[in-house]
């Protein structure tokens, strides 16, 4: 007769614990359902170089193999609105980005500002002419990162603070490009690929900066990224390609999920 106690008695335990661990299973479930999500942003955060686009994007190259598309598969949020463009500098945010953002929204991301230091002249610059004219283009986009830019973060991280006052913000970062000493045996000087990766970090210690003052969390992707940089032989960006020049420097589809989601999933 004890013995039968002691069996319903470890049974019922046995009944409630499952109960109150799948209670809390669908109340965690629940909860990541009920986010209503936005991400914003420019080609790092759209998915450029990452392929499988969605054709109604147009120009602005959205990936399904972006992290925020991803995220959203694995999240299931309540909504997802993804207004993300290739090109877009900070004014293209304020201009054309915010129009799902209300009182409601709960999770933003955005990646911005690489596009307004110069990014892709830096690039081209550096690739088309000597190390001398890359390191002065280089320390003129340093320059505007110091002088311009913060107003210009500013006036962004302001602006979704307005339309979505609740929301948890996170900001995204940019990688470093090469790995120093690597694999690569031709293309930049290792003087030019110092400076490149350095004026990366300079642009995320600006970004941080602004994102924290304003209460944003900032995400950053350089130590996802270690490893895998441009001359690693693990690349997870695209060296530059002539016969598909945007896709150059911009994750590919495995940095997307193995460089910024795992940030996005952390931060969010």
Known sequence: MKMSRLVAFSSSLLLGTVLALTGAGVAQAKESAAVDYVA???SYSSGVGAGSYDSASGDCKRS???????????????SFAFTACSGARTGDVTAGQLGPLSSATDLVSISIGGN???????????VLQS????LS?????????????????????????????SAHVVVL???????????????????????????ADYLNAATAKRAADHGFTFGDVTSTFTGHEICSGSAWLHSVNWLN????????????????????????
């Open 40 to 42: 914003l942003g420019d």
């Open 64 to 78: 399904t193999r972006a992290y925020p598309a991803l995220w959203k598969a694995a999240n299931n949020p309540a």
């Open 116 to 126: 307004d230091a110069g990014f892709a002249d830096v690039m081209t610059t550096c």
């Open 131 to 134: 190390e001398a004219t890359c």
């Open 137 to 165: 283009r280089i320390a003129t986009a340093r320059a505007y990162v110091d002088s311009t830019l913060p107003g210009k973060l500013d006036a962004v991280y302001s602006a979704i603070s307005a339309k979505a006052p």
């Open 173 to 199: 970062g940019y990688p470093r490009f090469y790995k120093l000493g690597g694999s690569c045996i031709a293309g930049l000087s290792e003087n030019e690929r110092s400076a490149i990766n350095g004026a």
């Open 245 to 268: 020049i945007g896709e150059s420097y911009h994750p590919t589809a495995a940095g997307q999920s193995g460089g910024y989601l795992p940030v996005l999933n952390a931060k969010a």
